[in-house]
C-alpha cells in the first residue's frame, strides 16, 4: 500500500512512540531474562495514548505514555488470594489478540446525547509457569481520551472459587505530578465527604478515586474504575514516596477483599489521558466501558428539578422524626408540591415520612420501615394530590447502613411506590460500616446497590443514592440509576463547621468528583446568610454556603446532575427575581464544553439543552474574584438573547453575597461575553434563540 505522506509520517512517528514504551522496560532495575519477550503494545486511535504490557523475571509489568512522554512507568499487575499462591511471579505472555472498534451509542440523558467508542484492543494470554500453571488474560483498551485494562481468569482445574486478599495492580506515576485528593482513611473514609488536599503525589495519604493529576511534563492524568459490578471498590494507597499507588479494596468483616467462583472479571481500571484540564470534562471514558442498557424502554426515565423538606432538617428548623417540628406532614409537603407545580419543578423529595426517625437512628443502623409512613403523613392523600398536579414525590429511603433489613423490605416498598406513583427515591447510607462490619464501599455494598437499581428498575423507579460507593459508569446499563451524592455537599453549608465549604471547593469538585459521573450537590441556597432565629447572633465560624447568589444558580450548569434541587427552603424564593433562572435551566443536555478553567481556581462551562436551540453557561470562582472571556462560537447563525445572572455591584461571598444584577442583551456567534465574578461568585446566563 502506498503510504501518503501524512501516514508515512503517522506511522513513523508511532513506530518512534512504540520504541520508547518499549524503553521503558529498561527502567526496570533487573535484567530481563533471555525468556521475557519484547513487551507488547498498543496505541490510541489518534496514535497519542501508547500501552505496553510485557514481563520480566517472570513479573507482568505494564507502562504508559502519552505524546512520546511516560505517564505511568512500569507497573506491577497481579492478585493475592488467601489459601493459594500469589499470581504475581513466574509469569510468561504465551499469546495476544488484537482489535479495534468504532460505534456510536446514544444516552437517554447526559451531559451530551451520543458517545463515539472508538478504541483500539490487545488482549493478552498469560500462564503462570510453575503447578497450578493458572491461566488470566489481561485486556488493554486504548481510546484518545485515555486507557484502560482488567483481568478476566477463567474457569479452569487450577481456578475455581476464590477469595482475593489483595489486587496488586500499580500506578507509579512518571512524575512528582501535582494531586487533587481525599483522603481514603480519615476523616470519613466511605463516604468521600472530605474537603480536597493539593500536593505532590509523594505527599499523599490513602486516596479514592478518581484521581486527578497534573504532571510535570504537563499531561493530566485522572486515574478510576470502571464497570463494578460484583467486586470490590478501588482506592488507592502505596509507597507514595516512590509515587508508586497500588490498587486497595474495601474488604468484607472478615477481611477478604473479594469472593466468588470463577470465572473472575475485574473492573477497568481506567486512566482518563488529556493534555488540557478543560478537555477533561465532559467525561465518558467510563460509560464506553460499561455495557448498553439493560432497560428497554426508558421513557419513563425523566431528568427533572425538585424542592423538598430537606434543608429545614440540616438547619434543624424541622425535624425527620415526630414532634412539634416534625417537617414530613401533610399540610407541609402540599405546600411543597404547590410550590413546584407553580414553577416547573416536577419533583418533591420528603425526608421523615417514614417510621424509624425517632431515636438515635444510627446508633442502631437504622431500623426503618419503607411502607409505613408517620400518623401526620397521609401517603395516599399527598401522593393523590401530587399526582394531580403533575408531579411525582421523591420518597426518601435511608438505610443508616442497616441493609438487611431494607433488602427484606425491597420488593415491597418498591410495589407500593410504583401502585402510589412514587416515581423516585433518594437513598442514603449514613454510617461507616454496615452493621455486620462489612465495608461501605466493599463487595458486599457493590452488590447491594446493585441490588436497589436493578429491582428499581423492575418498578418503574429512579435512583438517587447518598452515601453511595463512587460511580463507575453504571448509568449506561441501568439508566434509571440517576444521580449520587460521593463528595462534600451543600449539607455541609449548614452544619459542616469551618464556616462552610470554602469557595474554591466547587471548582475542584468539577475537575475530580464530577469525572466520575453526576453529582446531587443541591444547590439553589438563597439565603445565603442563613437567618439565625431570633435573638441568635451569627458566629463567624457558623456554616453557610461560602458564595454568591449569581454562583448558587451557575452551580446547576457546572456541577452536572440529571436531578438538580432547588435546595432552599421555600418561603426563601418568594419575591426573588433570581429564582427565574432555576425555573429556566434545562437538566439534560446534548453536548457540553468546557470553556475554560484551572482547577481550585475557576471554571466555565456551556451545555446545550437537549434537543433546543438554547444554551446555558455556567462559570465559578473561587474566593478571587476574576473575569473570563466567553466566546459565543458554539452558537449556531442567528441572533440570540442572553439573559445574565451576574454578581451585582459590590458583592462578595463574604459580606454581601445575595447582591445580583440580572440583565438581557442580544448576541450572536461572533460575541465573546467577559464573565466578571466577585470574590467567591459566578456567573449564570441562559442564551435563547430570538431568530
Ligand atoms: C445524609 C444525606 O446526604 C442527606 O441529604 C440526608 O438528608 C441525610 N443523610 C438523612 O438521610
Keep these: 500500500m502506498r503510504l501518503t505522506g501524512i501516514t508515512r509520517a503517522r506511522r513513523v512517528r508511532a513506530a518512534a512512540r512504540a520504541s520508547l514504551v518499549l524503553g521503558m522496560f529498561v527502567l526496570v532495575p533487573c535484567r530481563a531474562r533471555a525468556q521475557d519477550p519484547a513487551p507488547l503494545t498498543v496505541a490510541s486511535p489518534d496514535a497519542k495514548n501508547v500501552v505496553s504490557i510485557g514481563t520480566q523475571h517472570g513479573q507482568l509489568f505494564y507502562g504508559v505514555e502519552r505524546r512520546g512522554m511516560k505517564v505511568i512507568l512500569p507497573s506491577r499487575l497481579g492478585f493475592a488470594f488467601r489459601g493459594a499462591r500469589a499470581l504475581s511471579d513466574s509469569l510468561r505472555i504465551t499469546g495476544s489478540t488484537r482489535a479495534t472498534y468504532d460505534s456510536t451509542f446514544t444516552l437517554p440523558w447526559g451531559e451530551v446525547s451520543r458517545v463515539r467508542d472508538q478504541h483500539n484492543e490487545l488482549r493478552v494470554s498469560v500462564e503462570e509457569m510453575v503447578a497450578p500453571g493458572r491461566k488470566f488474560t489481561v485486556v488493554v483498551r486504548a481510546f484518545d481520551d485515555g486507557i484502560a485494562f482488567c483481568y478476566e481468569v477463567a474457569e479452569s482445574a487450577a481456578f475455581g472459587d476464590y477469595e482475593m486478599s489483595d489486587e496488586l495492580t500499580e500506578f507509579t506515576i512518571a512524575d512528582d505530578a501535582r494531586a487533587w485528593w481525599i483522603s481514603a482513611s480519615k476523616p470519613r473514609p466511605d463516604r468521600y465527604e472530605d474537603l480536597f488536599a493539593a500536593s505532590p503525589v509523594s505527599n499523599l495519604d490513602t486516596v479514592h478515586t478518581p484521581l486527578t493529576l497534573e504532571l510535570q511534563n504537563g499531561i493530566k492524568a485522572v486515574i478510576h474504575e470502571a464497570h463494578l459490578v460484583d467486586y470490590a471498590g478501588m482506592t488507592l494507597a502505596g509507597k507514595f514516596e516512590s509515587r508508586t499507588l497500588h490498587v486497595s479494596l474495601s474488604p468484607w468483616a472478615d477481611g477478604v477483599k473479594v469472593r466468588g467462583h470463577a470465572p473472575l472479571i475485574t473492573p477497568w481500571r481506567t486512566l482518563q489521558l488529556a493534555d488540557r484540564v478543560e478537555d477533561l470534562a465532559p467525561s465518558v471514558l467510563g460509560l464506553k466501558l460499561n455495557p448498553p442498557s439493560r432497560i428497554a424502554n426508558t421513557a419513563w426515565i425523566a431528568p427533572m428539578k425538585y424542592d423538598g423538606i430537606w434543608w429545614g432538617m440540616h438547619l434543624n428548623t424541622f425535624t ?88 427484606r423490605q425491597l420488593d415491597s416498598a418498591f410495589a407500593l411506590y410504583q401502585r402510589l406513583g412514587i416515581k423516585s427515591i433518594k437513598s442514603g447510607y449514613v454510617n461507616d460500616k454496615t452493621q455486620e462490619g462489612h465495608s461501605h464501599t466493599g463487595q458486599y455494598m457493590v452488590r447491594h446497590y446493585r441490588r436497589v437499581v436493578e429491582t428499581a428498575a423492575k418498578y418503574g423507579i429512579m435512583v438517587d443514592v447518598h452515601e453511595p460507593i463512587h460511580d463507575t459508569g453504571e448509568r449506561r446499563t441501568w439508566p434509571n440509576m440517576m444521580s449520587r451524592e460521593g463528595a462534600r455537599g451543600q449539607e455541609y453549608n449548614a452544619w459542616g463547621g469551618e464556616g462552610g465549604n470554602p469557595p474554591e471547593h466547587e471548582t475542584i469538585l468539577f475537575f475530580t468528583r464530577l469525572l466520575s459521573g453526576p453529582m446531587d450537590f443541591t444547590p439553589g441556597i438563597f439565603d445565603l446568610l442563613v437567618k439565625r432565629p431570633e435573638g441568635v447572633a451569627r458566629k463567624p465560624e457558623d456554616s453557610r454556603p461560602r458564595t454568591t447568589l449569581a454562583k448558587q444558580l451557575a452551580l446547576y450548569v457546572v456541577l452536572y446532575s440529571p436531578v438538580q434541587m432547588a435546595a432552599d427552603l421555600i418561603e426563601n424564593y418568594e419575591g426573588q427575581p433570581a429564582f427565574q433562572f432555576i425555573r429556566d435551566v434545562a437538566v439534560d443536555w446534548d453536548t457540553t464544553r468546557v470553556i475554560s478553567g484551572r482547577i481550585g481556581d475557576y471554571v466555565a462551562v456551556a451545555r446545550k439543552a437537549k434537543g433546543k436551540d438554547e444554551w ?54 461572533s460575541t465573546t461575553l467577559q464573565v466578571v465574578m466577585a470574590a467567591g461568585g459566578g456567573q449564570a446566563i441562559r442564551i435563547r434563540r430570538v431568530k
Design 616 to 669: 446555558f453557561v455556567g462559570a465559578i470562582t473561587d474566593e478571587e474574584a476574576r473575569t473570563v472571556s466567553v466566546p459565543l462560537s458554539f452558537l449556531g447563525a442567528g441572533s440570540y438573547v442572553a439573559e445574565v445572572y451576574a454578581d451585582g455591584k459590590g458583592a462578595s461571598w463574604r459580606d454581601n453575597p445575595t447582591a445580583i444584577a440580572i440583565s438581557q442583551k442580544p448576541v450572536t456567534r
Design 320 to 407: 425527620w422524626g415526630e414532634g412539634p417540628k416534625h417537617g414530613a406532614t401533610t399540610a407541609n409537603t402540599k405546600r411543597y408540591i404547590d410550590f413546584a407545580a407553580a414553577n416547573g419543578l416536577k419533583g418533591v423529595l420528603v425526608e421523615g415520612w417514614n417510621l424509624g426517625w425517632n431515636g438515635d437512628w444510627m446508633g442502631t443502623h437504622g431500623q426503618f420501615s419503607f411502607t409505613q409512613p408517620y400518623p401526620d403523613y397521609d401517603i395516599q392523600a399527598v401522593t393523590q394530590y401530587a399526582k394531580q398536579k403533575g408531579v411525582t414525590i421523591i420518597g426518601h429511603n435511608e438505610t443508616a447502613m442497616g441493609i438487611a433489613n431494607y433488602e
